[in-house]
């Protein structure tokens, strides 16, 4: 439906449209009822209220996860301690609970692709071969540049039977490598 209220906020996020319908009611009717004593204390919500507003229009029609473009500092560190923790784990081979700490890793820091990696690794120890390529292409996906992560795929493949892909990532390794050895552990 062109020119519907509903067609022209689709885009809108549901917390956009809660300030939006915030907004009208704060600032609307009931504005005038307010006395001249409490509006001046009103002037910083409306000031951030219409930067939030502001904010969500410039971003019309893009994604923005605000978890995805980074963690927060307190988060980071979150993600590093139980990635070490999960290390430790997986050094001892206890891939298991090794797993869900790199599990919880990413669920404090979802960029961290040497977490994804590890996880990948862990997947492949635990032979459970389609979560390790799952995990090593999530990786690839953060960073194309990881040796280790093209390789670990490719013997998961090769252990799935994918010879043709596990080939391709091969190929991939020695194209990038220039006869370095990646950083593997399986």
Do not use: C
């Not at 022209?8 to 704060?26: D, E, K, R």
């Not at 939030?52 to 473009?69: N, P």
């Not at 071969?129 to 090593?136: H, L, S, T, V």
Request: aromatic share 14%; net charge positive.
């Amino acid at each position: 439906m062109r020119g519907s209220i509903e067609s022209y906020l689709q885009p809108f996020s549901s917390s956009v449209l809660v300030l939006l319908l915030f907004n009208a009611g704060l600032f609307g009717q009931q504005k005038q009822r307010m006395n001249q004593a409490n509006r001046p204390a009103l002037a910083p919500l409306k000031f951030f209220i219409y930067l939030l507003l502001l904010i969500s229009i410039s971003t019309v029609g893009q994604t923005v996860v605000f978890s995805q473009a980074g963690a927060s500092k307190r988060d980071s560190l979150k993600s590093i301690k139980t990635f070490q923790e999960g290390m430790k784990k997986k050094a001892s081979k206890d891939y298991v609970f090794a797993l869900k700490d790199f599990e919880l890793a990413l669920y404090y820091d979802p960029m961290n692709w040497k977490a994804y990696r590890q996880k990948g690794h862990t997947e492949f120890q635990l032979r459970r071969y389609n979560g390790a390529i799952a995990d090593f292409s999530k990786a690839l996906n953060i960073n194309q540049k990881d040796t280790a992560s093209f390789y670990g795929r490719a013997e998961a493949y090769r252990y799935n039977g994918n010879y043709k892909l596990a080939l391709n990532d091969y190929n991939r390794v020695t194209d990038m490598g220039a006869g370095e050895e990646p950083e593997v552990i399986i």
